[in-house]
């Protein structure tokens, strides 16, 4: 059965440092890959996409994602983290129309 | 643009009842995702439509959830009778589906929905 995973329900990160939000999945063929964010009481925003080519991609509001076929991983990145990027980051995978989901990764920016 | 547009935000009503959800996707986009969000179960696929036929229903909790889509631009999720443990958000979500790559979906911003 295909599947996302996200090991960590929640991250912690100071305002300033990098961030890192991990993703790894399991879809056969070549996977289409995305993440996205979502904020309270808000319906889930697309951040960005790997569908072929770059390994980096690079996203809305300074976001990019690494895709590594030989660890099947696309986590989520930002050099440097701001207060407002505190939300909910969903990643979701598919090789069809369907996306499976992971179960989401709360990050929380501290001041 | 207006993207995509739920109705209601918020429902509140009695176990038993009718609720009918709505959804209007983004103009252009000839799919149609249904979803429900909880705490304990995270986001789950309900049914999801291409060029208004359902194409796989199998997250269709039992036969009290309904979904229909007469046309393009109008979507609804229906559950009848409803219980307590239907509570949660339901978001609808579409996207553009040809051939080739899988194209982002985009979400509304759901609908709460309290079963008393």
């Known amino acids: 059965a295909q599947s996302v995973a996200q090991p960590e329900d929640q991250v912690n990160v100071a305002e300033g440092n990098p961030l890192t939000v991990k993703c790894t999945y399991s879809?056969?063929?070549?996977?289409?890959l995305f993440w996205y964010v979502q904020y309270p009481n808000r319906g889930l925003q697309f951040l960005l996409k790997?569908?072929?080519?770059?390994?980096l991609v690079k996203g809305s509001y300074g976001f990019e994602a690494e895709f590594n076929k030989s660890q099947t991983s696309f986590h989520l990145k930002k050099p440097s983290a701001l207060v407002s990027d505190s939300a909910l980051y969903f990643c979701?995978?598919?090789?069809?129309?369907?996306?499976?989901f992971g179960t989401g990764t709360r990050l929380q920016v501290f001041p | 643009d207006a993207g995509v547009i739920q109705s209601p935000r918020h429902e509140v009503t009695e176990m038993g009842q009718e609720v009918t959800l709505r959804c209007k996707p983004i103009?252009?986009?000839?799919?149609l995702f249904w979803y429900r969000q909880t705490m304990m179960r995270g986001l789950e696929l309900l049914i999801y439509?291409?060029?208004?036929?359902?194409?796989?229903d199998s997250g269709m909790p039992e036969d009290r959830f309904s979904a229909k889509m007469p046309n393009a631009s109008f979507s609804t999720l229906k559950i009848q009778p409803s219980e307590p443990r239907d509570s949660a958000v339901y978001f609808c979500?579409?996207?553009?589906?040809?051939?080739?790559?899988?194209?982002?979906?985009?979400f509304g911003d759901g609908t709460r929905l309290s079963i008393l």
């Open positions: 103009s252009g986009h000839n799919s």
């Open positions: 439509f291409n060029n208004n036929v359902p194409i796989d």
């Open positions: 879809v056969s063929g070549n996977p289409y």
């Open positions: 790997y569908i072929t080519g770059d390994n």
């Open positions: 979701a995978g598919t090789n069809t129309d369907k996306l499976i």
């Open positions: 979500a579409s996207s553009f589906s040809g051939t080739g790559a899988a194209q982002p979906q985009h």
